[in-house]
């Protein structure tokens, strides 16, 4: 695992980037905390605090050199992760930070994600880098997130050569600053041919947008007479969205952090049977730990698709 | 006398019980209480199971427990509940339990339509939500009779999702769009066609400057070799005497319907000046337009008015078009959706409409939810009410 480092106005972001194991009650269902929300009685959220928890060190070993960690079964690992990075602002908030160094801190928890999918053998991780509604956000923050992503595939694009990562984007890409759009032509077209995991970052993107503009396309389609009304399908839509780029386009697993329990418009369509984690640690506090849990989690669960399991 | 004590009794229970309840949700709408909750009523068959029931067992003590949660939300407030009853894909299962569904489900839209049943105790108005066509005659008749019979109540709104998924409901939603779209471009071209005649006569094949571009105005017959709009590629209504598959520089001159000689001179200079501000790139042949991604990233494109520029055309439908054909376009977006049994998915249910709706799973099965669950979840909601509020005037 090569050590990643982000350039940064404050090198103090290092000593203050920790994260904590969120505390998982020994022996219990590894099922997220809000599974059983009520039944625990505990109401309202609950937030790992940040910087209170030691991290556990070693309380995940890997079963021999590249192997997965106890517990994790190979034959059962989703094959496509998606991950709402939610809570980067919140975290450099509770510091008296700027909101820039919850972003520059949720970097590091992003390579160390990439780096356990590949390990792992997760074929697809999707991210949620930026929405079509944070274009409201302040003007400073909004130039400064498109600076971090223009600098960070930049400096990363060595690495995923490398390491067989093949950068995708998707999103309204229109929207993104010239240079930006260009950054991701380039990676996309330098990483096309890496195969050991595709990482799909959304950015600027809209679930419902992306299922629209697949239904623009069908409809004129039919307009053109190349489709009848009767062949419009579910698989048609499918191949029509943003997502099509993936061999496999609908995750199995969304992580979502901070506490928040929606999914905020990203990919409503193929998040239809993907199960879902919700997290109280905030994003740069995300880490391996936390990524067992989802997992750990995600393996117990018993997906039906709406048919019935004996 | 010892029956009649402990019936008394069990009155006087029942009585203090409504009494504190009533006093809780006096107390939780001093706070906001959500419009719309929708229920994901997930693990009948686990409690049949658990409880040593028969397995259709489950399902009617599931249905106690609908009852149940109707009454409490409507008594709080709620004026839009939604239920997922039955899924597409739900009838891969075994024939008998989803014939056992089916005959639960008309015996029980019998009971709702009883007089003093919940339906009139709260001026519930009935709606059966998804494809009715895959329900057999009997059960989309009871349907249909129960969506006439409350179509006059107005107090309360109770969505049952049956043979729905979301999938299946925007498929549903797009196909209505088009053909909507395709009726009235037919009923515009017909009244055009009435007005101009002559000009209408093969006005795509008319190709000298200055050409009509809207796509909308292109009738199916009347278009020749118009290129289907993918990702990658560029749609044209209409062409001139050339083929389409004549290039000089093949995608730019399909650009440019009404493309002749000294336009063309014109067009090369402003795909030079795109080229250089990287908005487009050229091929590896350094001719044909490799990809014109962000332009095509917005839809469609067209020639302008004076045959020369391109501009974007209007698509055939947007956002607007497709909610309006949502099976669900009746009632608000849900402000909750709770689904029991401690799943935490969607199951394709209301993907479009939840995209912002928190989603809250206690561990209780379907026929274990009760009032407390209901408490706890609104809440949580009223806790974090300002916040969600700001998110979705956001969206």
């Not at chain 1, 940064?8 to 020994?26: G, I, K, M, Q, Y």
């Not at chain 1, 039944?39 to 209170?52: E, H, I, Q, Y």
């Not at chain 2, 229920?39 to 049949?48: E, S």
């Amino acid at each position: 695992m090569h050590s990643l480092r982000v350039p940064s106005p404050s090198e103090h972001l290092d000593t203050l980037a920790r994260r904590p194991s969120v505390n998982a009650p020994a022996g219990a269902r590894a099922r997220g905390p809000y599974s059983s929300f009520v039944s625990s009685a505990r109401l309202g959220r609950s937030f790992a605090a940040a910087t209170d928890v030691a991290p556990r060190e070693g309380e995940w070993e890997l079963v021999g050199a590249g192997g997965l960690p106890a517990g994790l079964r190979r034959d059962a690992m989703p094959r496509h992760v998606a991950v709402i990075m939610d809570g980067n602002a919140r975290w450099a908030r509770r510091r008296g930070l700027p909101a820039a160094a919850g972003h520059e801190a949720g970097v590091r928890s992003l390579r160390e994600l990439i780096d356990l999918c590949r390990e792992w053998g997760i074929g697809v991780l999707t991210v949620f880098a930026f929405s079509s509604e944070n274009w409201v956000r302040p003007k400073a923050e909004v130039q400064f997130l498109m600076g971090l992503f223009e600098r960070v595939i930049k400096m990363e694009l060595e690495n995923f050569m490398r390491d067989g990562v093949k950068i995708c984007l998707i999103g309204d890409s229109l929207k993104l600053p010239k240079s930006l759009q260009k950054v991701f032509v380039d990676a996309e077209e330098m990483t096309k041919n890496n195969s050991r995991l595709q990482l799909i970052v959304a950015v600027s993107y809209s679930g419902k947008h992306d299922i629209v503009q697949a239904c623009k396309t069908i409809a004129h389609k039919v307009k053109d007479g190349h489709l009848e009304l009767e062949d419009i399908s579910e698989g048609l839509i499918e191949q029509e969205l943003e997502t099509s780029c993936s061999e496999y386009p609908c995750p199995d697993l969304l992580i979502r952090t901070s506490g928040e329990l929606r999914l905020s418009n990203f990919m409503l369509w193929q998040l239809a049977y993907a199960e879902l984690f919700f997290v109280p640690a905030l994003w740069p506090d995300f880490g391996k730990a936390e990524f067992m849990e989802a997992l750990l989690s995600y393996q117990q669960r018993q997906r039906r698709y709406g048919t019935r399991v004996s | 006398m010892g029956n009649e004590s402990s019936w008394s009794g069990s009155q006087c229970l029942s009585t203090l019980n409504n009494f504190f309840r009533k006093y809780l949700f006096r107390v939780l709408s001093c706070g906001a209480i959500p419009t719309h909750i929708a229920f994901i009523m997930d693990g009948n068959r686990r409690f049949a199971k658990k409880q040593n029931m028969v397995e259709g067992e489950g399902h009617r003590a599931g249905y106690k427990s609908l009852i149940s949660m109707l009454n409490y939300c409507y008594e709080l407030g709620v004026k839009y509940i939604t239920v997922y009853a039955f899924s597409i894909e739900n009838f891969k299962r075994k024939p008998e339990e989803v014939q056992y569904l089916m005959d639960l489900m008309v015996e029980k839209i019998d009971e709702l339509l009883r007089e003093g049943s919940i339906v009139n105790q709260y001026g519930m108005r009935l709606y059966f939500i998804g494809n009715l066509k895959l329900l057999s005659e009997e059960v989309r008749t009871a349907a249909e009779k129960a969506m006439k019979a409350t179509a006059h109540n107005n107090r309360t709104v109770l969505l049952i999702c049956v043979a729905y998924t979301s999938y299946d409901e925007i498929v549903h939603a797009v196909q209505e769009s088009c053909e909507e779209k395709m009726n009235n471009i037919q009923a515009e071209n017909t009244s055009k066609a009435g007005r101009n005649s002559t000009e209408q006569n093969g006005s795509c094949e008319k190709m000298n400057g200055v050409h009509p571009h809207e796509i909308q105005d292109c009738h199916k017959r009347e278009v020749h070799g118009t290129v289907i709009l993918g990702k990658n590629e560029i749609c044209c209504n209409g062409f001139s005497k050339l083929e389409a598959s004549e290039k000089k520089n093949g995608v730019i001159k399909r650009a440019v319907p009404g493309f002749n000689g000294e336009k063309w001179n014109e067009v090369q200079q402003s795909m030079q000046s795109q080229l250089s501000k990287g908005t487009i790139e050229s091929g590896e042949d350094g001719e044909t337009i490799q990809e014109i991604k962000p332009l095509l990233s917005k839809g469609t494109i067209e020639s302008g008015e004076d045959g020369e520029t391109i501009q974007e055309i209007k698509p055939l439908i947007n956002l607007v078009d497709i909610e309006k054909h949502m099976y669900m376009a009746v009632a608000p977006d849900p402000d909750i959706v709770i689904r029991s049994s401690g799943e935490t998915r969607l199951s394709n249910f209301l993907l479009w409409q939840t995209g912002y709706s928190p989603l809250y799973s206690p561990a209780a099965l379907w026929p274990e939810i009760g009032l407390w669950h209901l408490v706890g979840v609104v809440l949580h909601y009223q806790r974090n009410y300002s916040y969600l509020q700001k998110k979705r005037k956001q969206s």
